[in-house]
């Protein structure tokens, strides 16, 4: 038994390999994204390209996804959300991170994806990257000279920094 590298906790047979040998269109956008996470990881490009939109196929670049697939150690897929992409709708989202390791540097890529439906098949159309949350103060910033939260007295660069 073989687990999909979509992280489904099922068998890749019967998961995304049906999809992306053709067999059965994907059903959502969330079961797109996934198949095309496999591809990436089982190095097919030409799935790739054909799961593009064709509006958005003159993008496509096929030696750097190939370069991408096969130079990357794919450790995981996460899908944070998905928005739309039931029966009666022609768009869906899926925001994901993808975890990989290049020249042994463990990193992610962070996305919101989005799919359009043309011809009862859906599409991947668009990937943004997904900005880190900013992240507010609810109180004032220490400075390394000021004295210690914390109330022993110190200043903070001595203390706590």
Not at 62 to 85: P, R, Y
Not at 108 to 133: C, I, M, R, T
Request: charged share 30%; glycine share 6%.
């Amino acid at each position: 038994m073989s687990l999909c590298p979509c992280c489904s906790e099922k068998e890749f047979s019967r998961c995304c390999e049906p999809i992306i040998k053709g067999e059965i269109p994907a059903q959502t956008p969330e079961a797109l994204m996934r198949s095309r996470y496999s591809a990436y990881v089982k190095g097919d490009i030409a799935y790739l390209k054909e799961s593009t939109h064709p509006d958005d196929r003159g993008d496509f670049d096929s030696q750097a996804t190939q370069d991408w697939s096969e130079n990357s150690q794919w450790q995981k897929l996460e899908i944070i959300t998905t928005d739309k992409g039931g029966p009666d709708d022609t768009e869906g989202f899926v925001e994901f991170i993808a975890f990989f390791a290049r020249e042994g540097i463990d990193q992610k890529h962070h996305e919101l994806a989005s799919f359009k439906k043309s011809d009862n098949q859906w599409y991947f159309s668009d990937g943004n990257p997904v900005k880190p949350a900013t992240v507010k103060r609810t109180s004032p910033k220490v400075g390394r000279n000021d004295p210690c939260p914390c109330g022993s007295g110190k200043k903070y660069k001595k203390c706590c920094a």
